[in-house]
């Protein structure tokens, strides 16, 4: 519905009245039945031009003195009009007319509105209740486009941080089948090997068994037990058991070492996404730190040495998983903000006010410009395709859900740090109460 349109909706067809007519003839009009909805009647000049409009309440004044019908009812109308009526353009937007309305209105309200054409032409009345309504029903509509903005923007900010999340997800199983290859690699040839050289023992054993055979058969005659003493020789040769010994045991210990270091990553995994655990419990802030590298070391190995400065920690009430998931993304982004092999610091310790991460690299840095704009969501300094610009905004987020901060300093060609604290149990609770 366009603006005119809107307006032309609430135009009330009324007949204007000319200056000359009595006072007691425009009375008789406002009892007639298509003149009951109204509060006044227009007054127009001989080119239909308003020149205002008369109230029932005026009249209705009138008539309540005495003998007001008799000595005025004869006069012209035009003595009585108010000419300075509230006048609309029916070019005026919905809102536009609201907001002329509403800023001359009286009250109590005892006249309509006068709608004039682009020319200035009479075109009919308006009431403010009918304009009131109007009003109401665009109200009405916009909220519910609102609404359904609100549950659309909802799905589309779902959908985001899910996408970020199986973007995290994504790094994150990449590193962790690089690590499991490795140890898998060597278990795997270590596995072939034992094969290669289990056979030469497995010939050996086949060989002594015929020979077992042979010496428990009467019939068996010197030629055959010759052969077989002589193929059982043969295998025990190729197959050296005395030599074995201690090439299988240092297989054995390697292969050993390498299910170990899968188990770990294994269990490294489970502890970082708290798969069998509570969404929120009691836990060692560190034990965190410690999952988070294990994620993220294939990310860091080749890129930055690891110094850790991890002091005693309280355990609180948390997400851990979401903690998690807050470090793992500051020590990649730690990891890609360095040029050939930096040093990445991470510290943690507590004091009165709370927790304290610091998470410290001797990357490139940021200016300041860039430095306020980090948590936005959707800024990145990454070429496109190679980052959401939601992984900073959704740790900032999960933080302030703890009820922490996490703040950030840089310089360019120095690096950056990011320190993230959470409050103490009582500290949270002084903070609720106060």
Known sequence: MTHASALQSLLRAVKPLAASMSINEVADLFLAAEHRAFLS?????????????VSRATLQDIFMQRFGRDLRGRHPVGEVMNDAPLIVSLEASLEEASKQVTAQLQYPITEDFVL???????CGLGTVLDLLK????????????????????????????QSEKMASLGQMVAGVAHELNTPLGYVKNNVQLLRELSEPLFELAAAQARLGQCLNDPDCDEASLSQALQAAEQARQQAAPELLAEDLQQLYGDTLYGLEQIAELVVGLKDFARLDRAMSEEVD????????????????????????????????????????????????????????????????????????LSLQDNGRGMPPEVMAKIFDPFFT?????QGTGLGLS????????????????SEPGRGTRFLVSLPLPATAAMKRSA
Do not use: F
Not at 116 to 122: K, P
Not at 381 to 385: R, S
């Open 41 to 53: 009647l227009p007054v127009v000049d001989e080119n239909n031009r308003p020149l205002g409009l």
């Open 116 to 122: 004039i054409d682009a020319q200035g032409g009479y």
């Open 134 to 161: 109007a009003m109401e029903a665009r109200v009405a509509q916009r909220n519910r486009v609102l609404r359904q903005a609100l549950v659309d923007l909802k799905e589309s900010q779902a959908q985001l941080l």
């Open 285 to 356: 802030l560190n034990d965190c730190i410690r999952s988070a590298l294990l994620i993220a070391r294939n990310h860091i190995k080749d890129k930055a040495e690891v110094v850790q400065q991890l002091g005693e920690l309280p355990r609180i009430a948390c997400a851990p998983s979401q903690i998690n998931q807050v470090l793992l993304n500051l020590l990649t982004n730690a990891a890609q903000a360095i040029d050939g092999k930096g040093r990445i610091q991470i510290r943690s310790w507590a004091d009165a006010q709370g927790i304290h």
């Open 381 to 385: 300094t990454k070429p496109v395709g």
């Open 394 to 409: 959704i740790s900032y987020k999960i933080v302030q859900d703890h009820g922490g901060q996490i703040r950030v300093a």
